[in-house]
């Protein structure tokens, strides 16, 4: 037998013979098969919806609170129940039994301030002022879930440029500060009105007398200095008068005996925030500002061996300046007028100038009042002279741009390694505004893992895109509305870099449970901001901000928090005729909804500028709706 007639021989005799049986199971089995897949077909064909939203309704005003309009598609309301995983996660019920709405506050939570709250920092010790660093309230010590009241006879404040010069009292009702420094004219009380002249306890001639011997001394006007840290800033009228020459001050300053300073300068459209030098490092990464500024800020430099000047010299970038008047500056012709005695002011200028030299500090000058120091650009010629100097060692395994609730260190912060003496560590960093679009050197240096030029620039044209989008919901944004922006998860500070356009200033805040820490990044653009833990309350008065951009924020802290703690403390530090943007995925957002109603904000969820069928949304809430209505039914 041959091997094929073999094989086949084989092959008969492995496989089953059919028989009719078999071949009609096979035949009724298949029948059922295609007679379920049409079925199904016609099945998942028919439309439906739930009984209850069956009724769409046509007048805004009857919409129900998930099916929401939007410009996008102007042929029917924002489907989300039906397509959405998110309409699984709520309970029918609780569209026709809400959650109750969040109560008001007692009247002392006014001014109420979580982690600088004076009743708890009496708890804390006072030597190098911890009592006045961040303290917030702990699982115990919270105080029940409640919005905080405004003032009476609270209004909304003055539009820019006008609310640099005045402000209504009823806003900040505090005379503590206008008595306190009446000889030197922070500000006044006239009538109705808060009043700030532009003085101060180093401005004998007014701020801007001041800033114009300033510029003698420090190229306030070529672009080189974009962002300056005032510490210790009084109502900042210095910060206020530096945007004449386009620079942008974070002012800082305790909530201390001087009550509402920092609620001063929010109120005139000023950045600011509470803060103080203590033992904690400031909030803000290395190499940031361009210029550090004291005015008589009652800061013991010389003491401590130095700590305070060297968290300074950590927050300069490389060849930043550091500006300082007041004691002991010029105290040969100021002691008597001071009540100081004059062999320890000299000695007290001498260490400053000797821990200056230790961090390798040019001074430039002195004159007048005012003295001004240079950090230098690379550590190349510092590391040889360190011993000479007897520096401070420098840093070792910590990273300089850690600032959150991270301990100063007595040690020099070391800049990026350079190969040549004429380099600037980090990299050079371009004149404003230039530098405001052009790529940060953080990212041109690879220093941080997966940030590319390539997702810098793609951030840029997406935020350009977003911020035209936001126009079509508050019309206002671009005609002056709103002055103290906050972004809470800046990115690069895209958005911020988008509204430059506009008479508005961002606090570009950094989540420190974010991916990436790009605050570096945001600084070297020459924008400002702070790290922030939004599970605990931000480090600013109530009603200082008029629009808050939250881009993934709930979805980023579902796990760690509730959603409505964050939505009260953006309550808080909302001014009541305020705006909010939530951007996230649609399951967060309709969360986010449904809390934010327990605050009675004015707000609807909306398709974001992908369309209808991308699983981000928006959550707009725009409170000056309800104002403007309740204005009307008044006439």
Known sequence: ???????????????????????????????????????????????????????????????????????????????FLPRHAAANLIPLASVDQPSPPVPFCAANFTHYCPCQDPDRERRFITFDLVHRERHCPGPDDRPPRCRVPRPPGYRAPLPWPASRDRAWFANVPSTKLSEAKKDQNWVRVEGNWLVFPGGGTSFIKGVKWYVAEMAKQVPLRSGEIRTVLDIGCGVASFGGHLLDYEILTMSVAPRDIHEAQVQFALERGLPAMLGVLSIHRLPYPSRSFDMAHCARCLVPWSGHDGLYLLEIDRVLRPGGYWVLSGPPINWKNMYKGWARNRNGLEAEQKAIENLAKQLCW?????????????????????????????????????????AW??????????????????????????????????????????????????????????????????????????????????????????????????????????????????LGIVYERGLIGTYMD??????????????????????????????????????????????????????????????????????????????????????????????????????
């Open 534 to 635: 939004w599970c605990e309350a931000f480090s600013t008065y109530p009603r200082t901000y008029d629009l808050l951009h939250a881009n993934g924020i709930f979805g980023m802290y579902m796990d760690k928090c509730e959603i409505i703690d964050i939505l009260l403390e953006m309550d808080r530090i909302l001014r009541p005729e305020g705006a909010v943007i939530i951007r996230d995925h649609v399951d967060v957002i309709v969360k986010a909804k449904q809390a934010s109603d327990r605050l009675r904000w004015q707000s609807k969820i909306v398709h974001s500028e992908n369309g209808p069928f991308h699983p981000e949304k928006l959550l707009i809430v725009d409170n000056s709706i309800a104002v403007e209505r309740n204005q009307a039914s008044r006439r």
């Open 1 to 79: 037998m041959s091997r094929s007639n073999a094989f086949v021989a084989a092959s008969s005799f492995l496989l089953p013979s059919p028989n009719r049986r078999t071949l009609a199971f096979v035949f009724v089995g298949a029948f059922l098969c295609v007679l379920s897949y049409l079925l199904g077909i016609y099945t998942n064909y028919r439309p439906s919806l739930p009984p209850q939203l069956a009724p769409v309704a046509r007048n805004p005003e009857d919409c129900h609170p998930l099916l929401l309009p939007s410009p996008s598609s102007s042929d029917g309301p924002v489907h």
């Open 405 to 518: 609730y991270m301990k100063m260190e007595l040690c020099i912060s070391p800049l990026p390694s350079v190969e040549e003496i004429e380099r600037t560590a980090g990299g050079n960093i371009l004149t404003w505004p230039k530098r405001l679009n052009a790529v940060p050197p953080r990212i041109i240096s690879k220093s941080i893992d997966g940030v590319t030029i390539g997702a810098f620039n793609h951030e840029n044209k997406l935020w350009n895109k977003r911020l035209l989008y936001y126009e079509t919901y508050l019309s206002n944004l671009p005609r002056g509305k709103y002055r103290n922006i906050m972004d809470m998860n800046a990115g690069f500070g895209g958005f911020a870099a988008a509204l430059s356009k506009y008479p508005v200033w961002v606090m570009n805040v950094i989540p420190v449970d974010g991916k990436n820490n790009t």
């Open 362 to 402: 040019k001074k430039v000058s002195e004159k007048g009042g005012i003295a001004v120091w240079r950090k230098p650009t690379n550590h190349l010629h510092c590391l040889k002279k360190s011993k000479i100097l007897n520096s401070p060692p420098f840093c070792s395994g910590t990273d300089p741009d850690s």
